[in-house]
């Protein structure tokens, strides 16, 4: 009867390390979406605005406006954790 504790104990462990491991995969594959299409975004912009000549670039903007819109602030940056992988 121990024996079979231990055994299970031994794969509850497993899979516990298995589903922390996979939420962090996924986290860091959401992180690096997020970063692509920040990227992809200023991309774009910085190509539309040589086309246009309308909107002069501005060093202050940086990723602050692309991670502005899916709701990234200075206020909540510090609240929330981010891990590049």
């Not at 605005?49 to 602050?64: A, F, I």
Request: proline residues 4%; aromatic residues 2%; charged residues 25%.
């Amino acid at each position: 009867m121990r024996l079979q504790d231990q055994q299970l104990a031994r794969q509850l462990m497993r899979l516990r390390s298995d589903i922390n491991k996979l939420k962090i995969e996924q986290t860091c594959h959401l992180h690096r979406r997020m970063l692509n299409d920040a990227t992809f975004g200023l991309e774009e912009r910085d190509e539309l605005s040589d086309l246009l000549c309308e909107c002069p670039v501005t060093p202050g903007l940086g990723l602050s406006a692309p991670l502005r819109l899916i709701g990234v602030t200075k206020m909540n940056i510090n609240s929330r954790r981010f891990s590049l992988c």
